[in-house]
């Protein structure tokens, strides 16, 4: 069994997909799918919003967070869109235990899922910072950058069998993709004994990085249903204020591609033209992007 970084590069699991049109004809409206976003930031959420906008109607929207004020502003968009709703957790386990404990009822409802949460650029310095922030942009908008591009991914799974598992794409700059390129820090063996936990067959090598850093995703049910159905509780996680490696949920974070390995499906990567664009031809000051050879 091969593993999963060897397979994403010899199948060419690398899609890039157009935001303004839709590029096949596949009847969508009778699909069952859900974005499930984890918002804990009110000063983002005019942003994340934003993105969530995009969903088309016939797909569900869940909110889910454990600040009470967020919740009563989420609860107000969600008020204006019939396929929208709000699930408040406790505040522990963050984006997880949202995915794993708070919703884990409802996602088995639906064939596919998105899994959405806010972030924040925790650095001082500004050399830092816009790489960060330029990664943040681009889980979003690898994600849900507007109606057709979501529309595009759904009909990547239908005409892909095989593809259980959609992340987006390794940041660029030279402090994220050192960092990026050590991925497991701290978290081999937990991942390797939560594999054990989960029952996996797969191929977890310290050698080979895992690429599903940052947690956000497309999937088909099925290629995470042994995650999903684990059975994980609040008690699971560690309380506030969680150490910033080396946790279970950084193990979580790590073995998305292994549990859809397991199950027998592949792990790609997804991306938009225009951030295709970004990595070929840099920002427009000068700086090209080492990364574009990945795509």
Partial sequence: MKNILDIRKEKNLYYILPANVRTDPA?????????????????????????LSNVP??????????????????????????????VVKE??????????????????????????HDKKSVHALPRQRWEIDLWIRNLWSSMLDSASYI?????????????????????????MRNWYYNTWGPNFDNTVLLAERLGLSCNISRAKPPFTIGTVFWCRYEALEKLFRYGFQYED???EPMASDGTLSH????????????AGYDTGTVLTCDYAQY???GNGSGEKSRACGQL
Avoid: W
Wanted: glycine content about 4%; charged content about 20%.
């Fill in 251 to 262: 193990a979580i974070e790590r073995i998305l591609g292994y549990v859809a390995q397991d």
């Fill in 237 to 239: 996680f560690p309380e």
């Fill in 279 to 281: 990595l070929i031809f």
């Fill in 151 to 175: 529309e595009n991914v759904l009909c990547l799974f239908l005409n892909h069998p095989d593809l259980g598992l959609l992340v987006p794409p390794e940041p660029v700059g030279d402090i």
């Fill in 27 to 51: 009847r969508l409206s009778e699909i069952s799918a859900i974005v499930v976003a984890c918002l804990y930031y009110e000063d983002l959420l005019e942003e994340s919003l934003s993105y």
């Fill in 57 to 86: 109607e016939y797909m569900d929207i869940c909110i889910c967070t454990s600040d009470p004020s967020l919740a009563k502003k989420a609860e107000v968009f969600c008020s204006r869109l019939e396929h929208a709703f709000v």
């Fill in 91 to 116: 505040n522990r386990g963050r984006d997880i235990s949202s995915l794993l404990v708070a919703c884990r009822e409802i996602l088995s409802n639906y064939t596919y899922i998105c899994f959405v």
